[in-house]
């Protein structure tokens, strides 16, 4: 069975940073395309970054500069260290896995990945 779990969410003010974990317990995730996703309030759920089996990576538009997308193929696990935080990166923060080697394919469309962790919160204050 495949199980995400995120941790490292929290509360910071404008300008600070977090890193964000997924870590993929029982479940080996090299052949897998990952990505981070975010869903504030009200609005729908958004691609952040992508990473693909080979390392390459993909940002969304708004977070480029600020966050980094990671992974650690021997520990199974997941990143996002974010820089530069903005009120507007307030959101439930989401890491997602889809079963291919390159993201190209499932990109920033959330119904795309199969599984999903439960979420963890960011809250930015100005």
């Known amino acids: 069975q495949v199980q995400l779990v995120e941790s490292g969410g929290g509360s910071v003010q404008a300008g600070g940073s977090l890193r964000l974990s997924c870590e993929t317990p029982g479940f080996t995730y090299t052949d897998y395309c990952m990505a981070w996703f975010r869903q504030a309030p009200g609005k729908e759920r958004e691609g952040v970054a992508t990473?693909?089996?080979?390392?390459?990576?993909t940002y969304t538009d708004s977070v480029k500069g600020r966050f980094t997308i990671s992974r650690d193929n021997t520990k199974n696990i997941l990143y996002l260290q974010m820089s530069s935080l903005k009120p507007e990166d307030t959101a439930m923060y989401y890491c997602?896995?889809?079963?291919?080697?390159?993201?190209?394919?499932?990109?920033?469309?959330?119904?795309?990945?199969?599984?999903w962790g439960q979420g963890t919160q960011v809250t930015v204050s100005s």
């Open positions: 997602a896995a889809d079963a291919q080697w390159y993201c190209v394919v499932a990109g920033f469309v959330a119904s795309n990945y199969k599984y």
């Open positions: 990473i693909d089996e080979d390392r390459k990576t």
